[in-house]
């Protein structure tokens, strides 16, 4: 019984070489996306904006290619909408980050969503966390502790830059939450497709509403078009395509990519340097995902992060 059991565990995942260079992929993509928003000339919000609106069509294909048998719930549709303000609030908050603070920092808070979910599981449970949630809740304290601290230190602009990352983080986690529950019963290109319509208009009135440019400039389209395809169509798609084929505690490790790939790119494009405290605490942080990552199905299936944002 038992060994039937374990077998049975160890074959839930069936990821193949394929699986693995999709997941790989798909957060290599992703983590290009601070660069992007920083290369667009339009304004932080109106880049968000033109990264949802324009796959729209091809997702709207896939959707419709994709489609479950049945009509849609109205109920879940209108919990997918809210999803999608939320997502449209963590997109505006992140890439207003971005522009004010280092982009491994940007990539490592606005993916706090996962932890805050960790947190959220244990309260709705009503217990104690156990070990591994506790280790991971004091890692990433410790560490957000760390980098925000540097922060200040180079100056009060990146202290707010990640206090905007952190803030999109928390709006992500009220995001996931009906997104993973629509998810139950709807195709998951579904799911984007509306997310989109809701996030979009949202976006396009906050940029207008901050004075951001939102038509691209001199840079051109080249930015903003690359940003629409490596965060929502590549990096999500192959997401999509692996997710599935994995526990989460390796969803946790392969997410880890995306913040060396973005501390990297700040140092070699835009002249970030990361000092020995500032490695501890992305470390920290960085460990404290992959802890909360792995958690049991109460936590887990709400912290695995769906493949919509980063």
Request: glycine share 10%; proline share 6%; charged share 10%.
């Amino acid at each position: 019984m038992t060994t039937t059991s374990a077998t049975a565990d160890k074959n839930a995942f069936q990821a193949d070489a394929r699986h693995f260079a999709a997941l790989i992929g798909g957060n290599v993509a992703l983590a290009l996306g601070p660069w992007l928003v920083r290369l667009s000339d339009t304004g932080p919000v109106a880049a968000a904006f033109w990264r949802m609106l324009l796959p729209l069509p091809l997702m709207a294909l896939l959707a419709w290619r994709t489609r479950l048998p049945g009509k849609l719930d109205r109920r879940m549709v209108a919990m997918v909408l809210i999803a999608g303000t939320f997502f449209a609030m963590d997109l505006a908050s992140w890439h207003t980050g971005i522009e004010r603070t280092r982009l491994g920092n940007a990539t490592l808070f606005g993916n706090a969503g996962s932890l805050i979910l960790m947190a959220w599981g244990i309260v709705a449970i009503r217990r104690l966390p156990n070990r591994r949630e506790a280790l991971a809740l004091a890692a990433a304290i410790g560490g957000a502790t760390i980098l925000l601290g540097r922060s200040l230190e180079i100056s009060t602009k990146t202290l707010v830059g990640d206090l905007f990352c952190l803030f999109a983080g928390l709006c992500y986690a009220f995001y996931l939450i009906p997104a993973q529950r629509a998810r139950a019963s709807m195709g998951q290109w579904s799911v984007l497709v509306l997310v989109g319509l809701a996030s979009s208009p949202l976006l396009l009135a906050a940029s207008i509403a901050l004075g951001e440019p939102v038509w691209p400039g001199a840079a051109g389209w080249g930015p903003v078009v690359t940003l629409a395809i490596t965060s929502q169509i590549i990096g999500q798609g192959l997401l999509v395509y692996s997710l599935k084929n994995f526990p989460p505690l390796v969803i946790g490790m392969a997410l880890l990519t995306q913040p060396a790939i973005a501390a990297a790119i700040g140092w070699m494009v835009f002249g970030e340097t990361l000092a020995v405290p500032d490695m501890v605490g992305m470390a920290l942080v960085a460990g404290a995902l992959v802890l909360a990552r792995s958690q049991g199905p109460a936590v887990a299936v709400q912290a695995s992060k769906p493949p919509i944002n980063s």
